[in-house]
């Protein structure tokens, strides 16, 4: 059985940074892409950035790209999601997820395994 744990979500001012960490225990953490998403109240889930089996390709949504990184340590069986200059707008709960596939997607119905996710609440 695949288990995700998220950390790392918090409060921040808007311009602030922080960083999430995704563990993952179960199954072979080198053989998943990784993708991030999230949701906000009241809106539908949505992709935020994926990884490759290896880290060398990466996939953003627009709207984060340039001021998020995605990275992964596969010593550690762990993803990250750098997050700078964050907004208002990027307050959501933050999941990880796994997809068994060494092809990054940015639906969600794509990845089989989910962390609980983790609160990011930025204010303005």
């Known amino acids: 059985q695949v288990q995700l744990v998220e950390s790392g979500g918090g409060l921040v001012q808007a311009g602030g940074s922080l960083r999430l960490s995704c563990a993952v225990s179960?199954?072979?953490?080198?053989?998943?892409?990784m993708g991030w998403f999230r949701q906000a109240p009241g809106k539908e889930r949505e992709f935020v950035a994926g990884?490759?089996?290896?880290?060398?390709?990466?996939r953003y949504a627009d709207s984060v790209k340039g001021r998020f990184t995605i990275s992964r340590d596969n010593n550690k069986n762990t993803v990250y999601l750098q997050m700078n200059s964050l907004k208002p707008e990027d307050t959501a709960v933050y999941y990880c997820?796994?997809?068994?596939?060494?092809?990054?997607?940015?639906?969600?119905?794509?990845?089989?395994?989910w962390g609980q996710g983790t609160q990011v609440t930025v204010s303005s």
């Open positions: 997820a796994v997809r068994t596939s060494i092809i990054i997607s940015a639906r969600g119905y794509d990845y089989d395994y």
């Open positions: 179960g199954g072979i953490f080198s053989t998943y892409s």
């Open positions: 990884i490759s089996r290896s880290g060398a390709t990466t």
